[in-house]
C-alpha cells in the first residue's frame, strides 16, 4: 500500500499531524529512531528492586489545554477530549516563585497578581501594574493577528499592531527596562526561565509573552501523566492504519527528480546501535520532525531557497541538568508541595545566574526548577505508593558535558553530582530540610543524555533559540522550499506542549485546508 506521509520522527508535534491525516484517511507512516515515541515527550521506565518508576522526559506541565484552546480543539478533532484528559494546577498558584528576600506564588487571575505585586513591591505599584497591562495589550495584538499575515495586507491595520511592531526585536530584560522594574520584581516575573532556558537578557519578549498569558489562562498536566498522552496518539494513528515504527533511524533523504520521494532506515537497537538491516521507504509527501538544519545538512543547503538557507543558520537553545528522584518515608505535601511548581533563585539578577552556570559551570548560587509530578495528578501509576517523584532542572553546557563524558568519565558522574549536591543544598535549607534522608532513587541526566535519547542537536531543550532573531517574523516553518518535504517540529513551529501540538495541526491544516486551530 503506498504512504501517503511518511514522519521522521515521532515528538509531538509529528503524532499530533500523523494522528489527524491518519483520522483524515491518509496512509501515515512514523519512523523513530528511539525505542519510545513523543520526543521529549517520551516517558522511561525504572526497575529498582521490587518497584517501578516511571518518568517523563524533562519537566513539563502545560496550558492552552481548555475545550477551547488549542489542545482542547485537537483532541476533539481525534475523538479522544474524554480520553485525554488533564488536571488544573492551583489557580491559586501555580507556579511558586522565590528568591532570597522575596517570594509570589503566581495565580490565574491578573488582578490578584498586580495585588500581590503591589504588596511585595509598595513602591513600585504604578510600573508593575502598567507593566501587566502591557503584556495583555501585546498577547490581544498577537491573537488579532490573521492567520497567516501578508505585509500588504496588513498595512492598513498597522495602527492595531503598534506594540508588535514597537517589541519585534526586544528582549524581555529591555521591556523591564523600559518599565523601570526592580530588579526583585523583574526576577519573580521571569523566574519561569527553565520553561525557556533563556534569561530575560536573551529571551524573546514575544516568547515570553506567549507562554506567560497562556498559563495565566490555567496551567494543566495530564490526568494520566504524559505517558498516557503518547500512548493515546499512537494508539490513534494505528487505529486508522497508520503505523508507528520504533528503533528506526534515518540515515538519508531519497531524491528524484528533484523532489523528496522516501527516506533510507536502518533498524537499531534500545542503545541506538545498527542491527543490520536497512530500509528504503517511499512516501508521496516526507514530514521531517527531526531537526531541520539536520536535514539540510543530510539533503544539501543548496536544495533549499535562498530564505530557507538563511532560516536554516539558526541557533540551538541551551541544553539543560536534570535529576530523575523518587523519595520514601516523607510526604512532600508537608512541605509546601502540591498542585504547583516550584522556581527558586539564590542569585537576584537572573542574567547573571544564568551566565554563571551555563558559562562558568558555576552552580555556588544556583536558580533551578523543581515539580512532584506524583502530586499534580491523583493517577498513581508513576510510582509504587507511599513514594513520590520529584524533579529538579537548570541549565548546562553540552561542550562542557561532551568533553567529560568522553575524555574524563568519572569527572562527568562528579560533575552531574555537584550540580545535584549545589540544588539539594539549597532545597534543604529553604523548603524540605534533611531531604537527602529521603532519597531512594536518582538518575542524573545532562546534556549529552538529551542528545542520545531524543536525538536533539547539542542536547538542545527546545530546538531554535528562543532570541528576538529566531522568533520574529522571519522564522522558519512548514514550507521547506523543496518538493515533496515539509518540516513539522518545534523549530518550524513553536515549542513547548500547547506550541507543538498546534504545530502539527496547523501543517494539517495547510496541507488538507481543514484548519482548525
Given amino acids: 500500500m503506498k504512504t ?6 515521532s515528538g509531538l508535534s509529528a503524532l499530533a499531524f500523523a494522528a489527524l491525516m491518519a483520522r483524515a484517511g491518509k496512509r501515515v507512516v512514523v519512523l ?7 520526543g521529549y515527550g517520551h516517558t522511561f521506565s525504572y526497575t529498582h528492586g521490587p518497584d517501578v518508576y516511571r518518568f517523563n522526559a524533562q ?10 484552546d488549542t489542545v482542547g480543539r485537537f483532541l476533539r478533532k481525534l475523538g479522544l477530549e474524554d480520553e485525554v484528559t488533564f488536571e488544573r494546577l492551583d489557580p491559586n498558584g501555580f507556579d511558586r516563585m522565590r528568591m532570597p528576600g522575596h517570594a509570589i506564588d503566581i495565580p490565574n487571575d491578573w488582578d490578584l497578581l498586580a495585588s500581590r505585586l503591589a504588596e511585595a513591591f509598595p513602591r513600585d505599584v504604578d510600573r508593575c501594574r502598567a507593566f501587566l497591562c502591557e503584556v495583555r495589550a501585546l498577547k490581544r495584538e498577537i491573537d488579532a493577528l490573521p492567520p497567516a499575515p501578508r505585509v500588504l495586507r496588513m498595512i492598513p491595520r498597522l495602527h492595531r499592531f503598534r506594540r508588535l511592531l514597537r517589541y519585534r526585536n526586544a528582549t524581555l530584560q529591555d521591556v523591564f527596562d523600559a518599565f523601570e522594574l526592580p530588579l526583585e520584581a523583574q526576577t519573580l516575573i521571569a523566574l519561569q526561565w527553565p520553561d525557556f532556558l533563556l534569561p530575560p537578557g536573551k529571551l524573546s519578549f514575544f516568547a515570553w509573552v506567549m507562554l506567560f498569558t497562556g498559563y495565566m489562562g490555567g496551567a494543566y498536566y495530564p490526568t494520566r501523566h504524559f505517558e498516557h498522552v503518547v500512548e493515546a496518539l499512537v494508539a490513534t494513528i494505528g487505529g486508522a492504519g497508520g503505523e508507528v515504527r520504533l528503533n528506526h533511524r534515518v540515515t538519508d533523504f531519497v531524491v528524484e527528480g528533484g523532489r523528496v520521494s522516501g527516506v533510507v532506515a536502518e533498524e537499531v537497537d534500545d542503545d541506538g546501535i545498527a542491527t543490520g538491516p536497512v530500509h528504503e521507504l517511499r512516501g508521496a509527501e516526507v514530514v521531517a520532525n527531526m531537526d531541520p538544519r539536520r536535514v539540510g545538512e543530510m539533503l544539501g543547503m543548496e536544495r533549499f531557497s535562498r530564505k530557507v538557507r538563511s532560516q536554516l543558520t539558526y541557533e540551538y537553545s541551551p541544553s539543560n541538568f536534570m535529576a530523575y528522584c523518587v523519595v520514601d518515608g516523607i510526604d512532600l505535601r508537608d512541605h509546601g508541595f ?4 516550584l522556581f527558586h533563585s539564590d542569585e537576584p539578577d537572573l542574567n547573571v545566574a544564568f551566565q554563571a552556570m551555563l558559562e562558568r559551570g ?9 515539580t512532584v509530578p ?18 529538579f532542572l537548570t541549565v548546562a553546557d553540552y561542550e562542557r558535558f561532551k568533553h567529560l563524558r568522553f575524555s574524563k568519565p568519572r569527572q562527568y558522574s562528579v560533575a552531574k553530582r555537584e550540580i545535584f549536591d549545589a540544588i539539594l543544598d539549597v532545597v534543604e535549607r529553604e523548603y524540605v530540610p534533611k531531604l537527602r534522608n529521603h532519597i531512594v532513587f536518582k538518575m542524573l541526566g545532562s546534556p549529552t543524555t538529551n542528545e542520545r535519547f531524543v536525538n536533539s542537536p547539542r542536547g538542545n531543550s527546545y530546538g531554535s533559540n528562543m532570541t528576538p532573531a529566531n522568533m520574529g517574523a522571519a522564522r522558519l516553518g512548514w514550507q521547506s522550499s523543496v518538493p515533496g518535504l515539509y518540516f513539522c517540529s518545534a523549530t518550524s513551529g513553536y515549542a513547548g506542549f500547547a506550541g507543538t501540538i498546534w504545530t502539527g495541526s496547523n501543517l494539517y491544516g495547510e496541507l488538507t485546508g481543514d484548519a482548525f486551530v
Avoid at 32 to 38: D, I
Fill in 4 to 9: 501517503d506521509y511518511l514522519v521522521v520522527g
Fill in 32 to 38: 523513530e529512531a528511539h525505542y519510545a515515541a513523543g
Fill in 362 to 370: 558555576d552552580y555556588s548560587r544556583p536558580s533551578f526548577a523543581v
Fill in 374 to 391: 506524583t502530586l499534580l495528578t491523583d493517577d498513581r501509576t508513576d510510582c509504587p505508593p507511599g513514594k513520590q517523584i520529584v524533579e
Fill in 59 to 68: 519537566l513539563h506541565y502545560v496550558w492552552n489545554c481548555g475545550a477551547e
Fill in 338 to 341: 502540591g498542585r504547583s511548581n
